[in-house]
T-cell receptor, first 114, second 111 residues
Framework: QKEVEQNSGPLSVPEGAIASLNCTYS??????FFWYRQYSGKSPELIMF????GDKEDGRFTAQLNKASQYVSLLIRDSQPSDSATYLC??????????????FGQGTILTVHP | KAGVTQTPRYLIKTRGQQVTLSCSPI?????VSWYQQTPGQGLQFLFE???????NKGNFPGRFSGRQFSNSRSEMNVSTLELGDSALYLC??????????FGPGTRLLVL
């Protein structure tokens, strides 16, 4: 079982729709969760981080965390063509061996079509 | 604040050579992490440095090494390059809050 798994995609949504990206993780000790966006040929760009159960909203983005189910998601409202990118879920586990180590999922390719 | 910078941005080497990549973190950030990104394996953690000390290391062979200087700038070195080392090498800097900010990366091609 992979440590961090994302819905395989690719995901295609029409402009203005809600895009839902999902991620599960295997280490129950995981404490910190991040969503990055990566455009083709570019480096990952931080969108959001979440530490506590529940929802966290930032503009059109909402991150949701459920530690009991070991599940984290990212919702993008009013999707725009400029949101077309690969979305990466990343996790930091607790403990000394976690220093500076983000464990990434394989990424979900999102395409928003006009 | 200026972001994370990496040099060089592109590099072409041949098998058996060695390479050194450089990373300058965001001002005030003391932690630098390095990652390798390939189409097949995705983003994989190489190692992390904090205050000139390696605190964590990923599952890569000893050909991959790094160091950090007193000004928090970091370098990574790959010796005896193999074709499979062709990848995008990313560094990320962090303050004590764990959130990592990535540099633009160095794209290495090994021929």
């Amino acid at each position: 079982q992979k440590e961090v798994e994302q819905n395989s995609g690719p995901l295609s949504v029409p402009e203005g729709a809600i895009a839902s990206l999902n991620c599960t993780y295997s280490d129950r000790g995981s404490q910190s969760f991040f969503w990055y966006r990566q455009y083709s040929g570019k480096s990952p760009e931080l969108i959001m981080f979440i530490y506590s159960n529940g929802d966290k909203e930032d503009g059109r983005f909402t991150a949701q965390l459920n530690k009991a189910s070991q599940y984290v998601s990212l919702l993008i409202r009013d999707s725009q063509p400029s949101d077309s990118a690969t979305y990466l879920c990343a996790v930091i586990t607790a403990g000394g061996t976690s220093y500076g180590k983000l464990t990434f999922g394989q990424g979900t390719i999102l395409t928003v079509h006009p | 604040k200026a972001g994370v910078t990496q040099t060089p941005r592109y590099l072409i080497k041949t098998r058996g050579q060695q390479v050194t990549l450089s990373c300058s973190p965001i001002s005030g950030h003391r932690s630098v992490s390095w990652y390798q990104q390939t189409p097949g394996q995705g983003l994989q953690f190489l190692f992390e440095y904090f205050s000139e000390t390696q605190r964590n290391k990923g599952n890569f062979p000893g050909r991959f090494s790094g160091r950090q200087f007193s000004n928090s700038r970091s370098e990574m070195n790959v010796s005896t390059l193999e074709l499979g080392d062709s990848a995008l090498y990313l560094c990320a800097s962090s303050d004590s809050q764990e959130t990592q900010y990535f540099g633009p990366g160095t794209r290495l091609l090994v021929l």
